[in-house]
């Protein structure tokens, strides 16, 4: 089992909708967690990170995660055109050399 | 931003020879990264550093050697590039191991073994 599984894609949501990306986790040690946005060709950049259980807010994303359920997501509002990309979710141990380990990614098309 | 660059950007070469890419910070940042990314794939770890001349390996480290002479400087060496090896290699950074403390990313080296 991959310790990193992301919800299988493509994703595709109308402009304005609310895109909902998923993510879990194996090892229960990880600390922090990340969303990175990568555009084709183009190197990972990060959105957001999230470490305490619970919801993070910023602009029109919301980072979710539930150490419980070894669960974390990215909810992203008012999706735009510009939001089509692929979409990272990493985790962080930072009692290992802060290592992170990523999932496969999943790409997200928003139609106009 | 990363501050960081990588060269070169884009290279093709033959199996067997040898290669090395070459990763460079402008922070002072203690921890950089060496990734692999392939098609349909996220990123998976090669070797990572924790300080000048402190290296460890990664997940996918086979073939591949590291060095870190200076803090700013991190060498990726391919001893005999094979053709598993093409792929899109990217070097990141972070300051430290605090809950906040994000990996950023260069703008990656595209190789191509033939």
């Known amino acids: 089992q991959k310790e990193v599984e992301q919800n299988s894609g493509p994703l595709s949501v109308p402009e304005g909708a609310i895109a909902s990306l998923n993510c879990t986790y194996s090892?229960?040690?990880?600390?922090?967690f990340f969303w990175y946005r990568q555009y084709s060709g183009k190197s990972p950049e990060l959105i957001m990170f999230?470490?305490?259980?619970g919801d993070k807010e910023d602009g029109r994303f919301t980072a979710q995660l539930n150490k419980a359920s070894q669960y974390v997501s990215l909810l992203i509002r008012d999706s735009q055109p510009s939001d089509s990309a692929t979409y990272l979710c990493?985790?962080?141990?930072?009692?290992?050399?802060?290592?992170?380990?990523f999932g496969d990614g999943t790409t997200l098309t928003v139609k106009p | 931003d990363a501050g960081i660059t990588q060269s070169p950007r884009h290279k093709v070469t033959e199996t067997g020879t040898p290669v090395t890419l070459r990763c460079h910070q402008t922070?002072?940042?203690?921890?950089m990264y060496w990734y692999r990314q392939d098609p349909g794939h996220g990123l998976r770890l090669i070797h990572y550093?924790?300080?000048?001349?402190?290296?460890d390996k990664g997940e996918v480290s086979d073939g591949y050697s590291v060095s870190r002479s200076k803090t700013e400087d991190f060498l990726l060496t391919l001893e005999s590039a094979t053709s598993s090896q093409t792929s899109v290699y990217f070097c990141?950074?972070?300051?430290?191991?605090?809950?906040?403390?994000?990996?950023?990313f260069g703008p990656g080296t595209r190789l191509t073994v033939l």
């Open positions: 990493a985790v962080r141990d930072v009692s290992n050399a802060g290592k992170s380990t």
């Open positions: 090892d229960r040690g990880s600390q922090s």
């Open positions: 999230i470490y305490s259980n």
């Open positions: 922070e002072n940042h203690r921890y």
């Open positions: 550093s924790y300080g000048v001349k402190d290296t």
């Open positions: 990141a950074n972070s300051p430290g191991l605090a809950l906040t403390d994000t990996q950023y």
